[in-house]
């Protein structure tokens, strides 16, 4: 697995007019993996947009090595970069106290009669939301402590970029960031989170989780 990250071009108009919702994002991320487009056997790649410092990032975790060349096509030049992901996640053990950045799509699930599927519907509130992380921690390989009354986490970001599907219907997927501490329980679980994300709508740009150690 390798970890990626690009510096978004956000002062360039020409590329910026290029990026006006999800799908276009989601475009990128997969023209930067040539080989997999060639070979018409392209993998799943987690990615999200990152805004640290005022600055925007596009960060992509994936099983093949991204073309840097391409990965920069709407980046600041000579700001991509791409790291191994393996040995930090081997780094990594149960009982270990972590910090962490999650942005995905909190949803749930109505059964409809006759049919196999329930119709999907966004959680709007930040109790739903932080319900909803918390009710997946433990299959995702951790725990979400708390210390007294304060959570170990917090929302940090909700918002509803736009989407445009193939048909060029364009809909509103709900997004939003989570950021505190988790306690790892089940270290290959765990790690698979890492690899494959929490959630739906992964390939535009949700369910990427990262981590550091606590200090």
């Known amino acids: 697995m390798f970890i990626s990250r690009v510096l978004v071009d956000q002062n360039n108009r020409q590329k910026l007019k290029s990026l006006t919702h999800l799908g276009a994002y989601h475009h990128w991320v997969e023209q930067s993996f040539p080989e997999e487009v060639k070979s018409g056997e392209r993998l799943r790649h987690l990615w999200r947009l ?5 600055q925007e ?35 990594l053990h149960d009982g270990q106290r972590l910090r962490f950045r999650l942005t995905a799509n909190p949803t749930y699930s109505v059964s409809q009669s006759g049919k196999a599927r329930g119709r999907v519907y966004p959680h709007v509130t930040a109790e739903q939301q932080s319900q909803w992380l918390s009710a997946r921690a433990e299959k995702a390989g951790f725990t979400l402590s708390t210390a007294g009354e304060t959570p170990s986490f917090t929302i940090v970001g909700r918002s509803y970029p736009i989407l445009r599907r193939k048909q060029g219907r364009a809909v509103r997927i709900s997004r939003v960031t989570y950021e505190g501490r988790l306690t790892v329980t089940d270290i290959a679980q765990f790690q698979q989170t890492l690899r494959s994300g929490i959630g739906r709508e992964r390939a535009y740009g949700m369910g990427m989780m990262t981590v550091i150690p606590e200090a």
């Open 50 to 54: 990152d805004s640290l410092g005022g």
């Open 57 to 91: 990032y596009l960060l992509v975790v994936s099983e093949n090595r991204p073309d840097l060349d391409q990965l920069a096509a709407f980046g600041v030049p000579g700001t991509a970069e791409v790291k191994d992901y393996e040995p930090f996640l081997a780094s």
